[in-house]
């Protein structure tokens, strides 16, 4: 079920799959609450931006070598 | 004993300091797992970041590294003989405009993984911090094509495991203030009021959703982030938690149905019944 919530069916499973909910009520209710509480995950926990603060630290991370690698005689 | 043959041994390594693990560059992240990340790269990033309201376009979300990133100007070096230093600098700048460009765009969702799985914005920037730092180091063992996301959560995931696990609350035990109170920390103090009640599904609360999610047992919670949130692959989820695809899908049909079960409850606090959901 959740396989075919998140499309994750292979080649062979996924006709049988969708033949039986076209036959079985209780698994079609079940399949579609299921594609609902995703989206429900999706659209309402709300994401955040890394502060600033972090982005500057792993900006210096790659810039520190750089300033090592400057340091060497110069290519000209 | 040294960190690193802590890290080799599996000794208790949470009497080490960060500055410790910065010195040695700690923890090659595990090759076997790395060797599986052969897939196809490509996962959608799903949604954008907003610092309050996920439905606001104009706000979107990848760090601003482009503009600050420095200038690398490899052009220099071309059609010359190169010095034993010369061919080291060359090296480095490529391998860190690579990390530029693969992994620091990553940074927010990192980020909110982190916030996720130790509920507090300093550790989660402190894990973020190590991540990046180790990965820098074991840069040149990411392979590349493979989806570096992915590998930059598996090392998140084995820091939090190593570094914070130890010390935080116990497994499986849910503080429901400390949520709540986590929760209005780090969002707007605007209420998401604005939208019409025409069924359950909107009147549904950021915060509720974020409650009920938490709720669930850890095993159950991580892969409904990874999957929904995060948009990974079974077959990636798979290797970040350790474990066969086939339990990847039963912890997520679980899971799902026991926050459905969460979130009715909430949806007839609003006055009303699934039954007439449309």
New interface residues.
């Given amino acids: 079920?959740?396989?075919a919530?998140?499309c994750?069916l292979s080649m062979t499973e996924e006709p049988g799959f969708f033949l039986h909910l076209s036959k079985c009520k209780r698994c079609s209710e079940e399949f579609d609450?299921?594609r609902?509480?995703?989206?429900?995950?999706?659209?309402?926990?709300?994401?955040?931006?890394?502060?600033q603060?972090?982005?500057n630290?792993?900006?210096q991370?790659?810039?520190l070598?750089?300033q090592?690698?400057?340091r060497?005689?110069s290519?000209? | 004993m040294k960190l690193e043959s802590a890290i080799q041994s599996k000794r208790d390594v949470t009497h080490f300091r960060k500055k410790d693990y910065i010195r040695a560059g700690a923890f090659l992240p595990c090759m076997s797992s790395q060797k599986r990340f052969k897939e196809s790269p490509t996962i959608s990033e799903?949604?954008?970041?907003?610092?309050?309201d996920?439905?606001d376009p104009a706000s979107h979300?990848k760090?601003?590294?482009s503009d600050?990133l420095?200038h690398?100007d490899l052009e220099?070096?071309h059609g010359?003989s190169?010095?034993k230093?010369?061919s080291?600098?060359t090296a480095?700048?490529k391998?860190?405009l690579e990390?530029?460009n693969e992994a620091?765009p990553h940074?927010?969702a990192?980020?909110?993984y982190a916030?996720h799985i130790t509920m507090n914005?300093d550790d989660a920037?402190d894990l973020?911090?190590e991540t990046?730092?180790k990965a820098?180091r074991f840069f040149n063992s990411f392979e590349r094509g493979t989806n570096c996301k992915a590998w930059l959560f598996k090392i998140l995931k084995n820091n939090y495991i190593n570094s914070f696990r130890k010390n935080s609350k116990e497994p499986g035990k849910v503080d429901y203030d400390l949520i709540k109170d986590f929760y209005h920390s780090?969002?707007d103090s605007r209420n998401d009021t604005s939208e019409t009640d025409t069924d359950y599904?909107h009147s549904?609360l950021?915060e509720e959703?974020?409650q009920a999610?938490h709720s669930l047992p850890e095993e159950f919670r991580e892969v409904?982030q990874l999957?929904?949130?995060e948009g990974f692959?079974?077959e990636e989820i798979a290797n970040m938690v350790d474990s066969p695809i086939g339990t990847v899908?039963?912890r997520?049909?679980r899971g799902?149905?026991l926050?459905?079960t969460q979130?009715e409850g909430y949806a007839r606090q609003h006055g009303f019944y699934t039954d007439q959901?449309e």
């Fill in positions: 079920m959740s396989a919530v998140d994750e609450e299921a609902k509480t995703k989206l429900i995950i999706k659209e309402r926990v709300i994401r955040f931006k890394a502060p603060s972090l982005i630290s792993i900006m991370l790659t810039c070598s750089q090592e690698a400057g060497h005689e290519p000209l | 799903p949604g954008t970041f907003q610092l309050m996920n439905r979300n760090p601003s590294v600050r420095p690398t220099l070096v010359k190169l010095t230093h010369e080291h600098s480095e700048l391998k860190q990390f530029q620091v940074l927010n990192l980020y909110n916030l914005p920037e973020v911090q990046y730092l820098y780090i969002k599904f549904l950021h959703v974020y999610l409904i999957c929904d949130i692959t079974y899908r039963s997520l049909y799902r149905k926050l459905r979130l959901d």
